[in-house]
């Protein structure tokens, strides 16, 4: 007959012991036995916890905005400051984990959480691939903020080259009365009318100005164009709106937002006749509930077809886009381009819009 085996000794004296700071728990995370393990342990969920709370709070933002107007700015945190703290949490978490698998599901999990802020993040601030398309007619907008009369000389050097067939400035402060007497200006714009607060210059034709708003904190003027550039190729910008909104963050933006479109539609009533383009400082960014008021009759011209980084203010260091054009989705004018410039002075980057015709299906 076989020998039995010997029996086996499953004494403790017998018994290898664990690895206890190595061997990893099922779930991925290192054995808690350790003050490194409980650092590593209580680091991974903070960390995928806080990624997820971000997430939250950035498709909340703008309901959390219209629902509590004393902390609107809420939905002014910029969509790549989310795609940031989203990503680097999640690098943490996925330095906190010990297995494979563990660390694919907290790298699924972080790209999920990714998807919206990065597309929002693609679609109004920061167009990855976009290339600029030259229009038929180019508009340049500007907040100038009250240059000084040395300061309009030198902004004339920056504008200048851009060769703006419209030139629509917001403040222009000491830019009317040193632009008017400058032999350039004279020269290359046909006409060049200041209402306050806006200075509006074109190229070819003639403009007029008439203002809309001026009370309520809500500055707005109506520039109606006579001739101009396009008309030849069977198109032209007939009208355009130039709005100003204030700055102070304490004002419900959605209420100023509210008297700006009512001041529109009314200033369109009496005159029988629709806006094209509305172009300003909002001092509101994209997702601020407030701009959704423009959005049954115009299209933010940079998610239609804006090139680069679209941040506006501040100038040195653009972080958010509180400058904007909005065109209407019905009219015969259609933007080609829209991406920023630097001024070299005041706290603005300007905006240059390439105009051309509209898409026939869209047209009146």
Known sequence: MPESPPDFDASPANAEAPAADLAPYPGGLWRTGSLLGRLRHGLAWTACGLA???????AFAPAIAVG???????????EWIIVILIGGLGFIGLACWSTKRSRLTSLFLILVLLIGPVVGMSLREFRWFASVRPGLIRLVFLNAQDPTMSESRELWDVVGPLEPDILVISNPGFIAPQWRSMEEQQRDFSAIKWLSPFLVAVREGNVALRTMSR???????AAEFDGGKGAADGFRLQRLAAIDLPSDWSLNRDVLMGRLVSAIEAYEASTSGDFDLIVGDFNSTPRS?????LSPRFRDGFEMAGAGWGGTWPRSR??????AVY????????????WTFDPGQG?????IVDLGPSQPSMSK
């Open 52 to 58: 997820i709370c971000t997430a939250v709070f950035w």
């Open 68 to 78: 509590a107007p004393t902390i609107q700015m809420v939905a002014w945190v910029p």
């Open 215 to 221: 009370r309520d904190q809500v500055r707005a003027v």
């Open 289 to 293: 509930p407030s701009r959704a008021r």
């Open 318 to 323: 653009p972080a958010i886009r509180i400058d």
């Open 327 to 338: 065109a209407n989705r019905f009219s015969d004018i259609s933007v080609e381009s829209v």
């Open 347 to 351: 706290g603005h980057r300007g905006l």
